[in-house]
């Protein structure tokens, strides 16, 4: 078996490819990927010259150690969403001080149970195969969801970090040609 996958290889190696020649890197809040995505990240040679690292922040309770979060949005927590995507990366950012951090949570299956009795979550098992991103970068903030209608928890894995790869690729492709066209970036 081949690691990571042909089609993996591929964008990973277009992202590297683009953020080292714009000398940028890049670091990534996982959830429902489990790691796989740093996974396929440092799988190229010389990873370690775009990719900073990165955080698997899983339970509610690493969330409130990890993540800048307080007991009040612990509280007031409903589910993963792209808000709570934008949330990590944000906060991951500036800690890191990467020029992007790409942040997935979701529901890799084959519920949607997040281990804490108190949280009440808004979703149904309906939501089990859905990944919400979020990334922040020099440009400003993006978001978007993917959902997979498929319960098993590897396939799903496997699914989301595919798709966060290409989203980062479409993202730092539109972040280049916006710095082609001359537009400034915010102040770092």
Not at 128 to 155: F, I, K, Q
Not at 165 to 180: P, S
Request: proline share 3%; charged share 20%.
């Amino acid at each position: 078996m081949q690691f990571p996958p042909d089609d993996i290889q591929s964008l990973v190696q277009k992202i590297a490819d683009i953020l080292l020649c714009r000398n940028q890197t890049l670091s990534v809040s996982e959830g429902a990927c489990g790691g796989l995505l740093s996974a396929y990240l440092i799988s190229i040679p010389g990873a370690s010259k775009f990719f900073d690292g990165g955080r698997l922040i899983y339970s509610l309770r690493s969330r409130l150690r990890l993540s800048g979060w307080n007991s009040e949005l612990i509280k007031s927590y409903t589910g993963p969403s792209e808000t709570v995507a934008i949330k990590f990366a944000r906060n991951l950012r500036i800690e890191f001080g990467s020029t992007y951090v790409l942040s997935e949570t979701g529901y890799a299956g084959p519920s949607t149970d997040v281990g804490v009795d108190h949280v009440r979550i808004t979703s149904d098992d309906a939501s089990v195969g859905t990944v919400y991103l979020g990334v922040a970068g020099p440009y400003g903030d993006r978001s978007c969801t993917l959902e997979t209608n498929v319960a098993n928890r590897a396939e799903n894995m496997q699914s989301f970090a595919k798709f966060c790869l290409e989203f980062l690729l479409e993202v730092v492709l539109a972040d280049n040609d916006t710095e082609d066209n001359g537009h400034s970036k915010e102040k770092e």
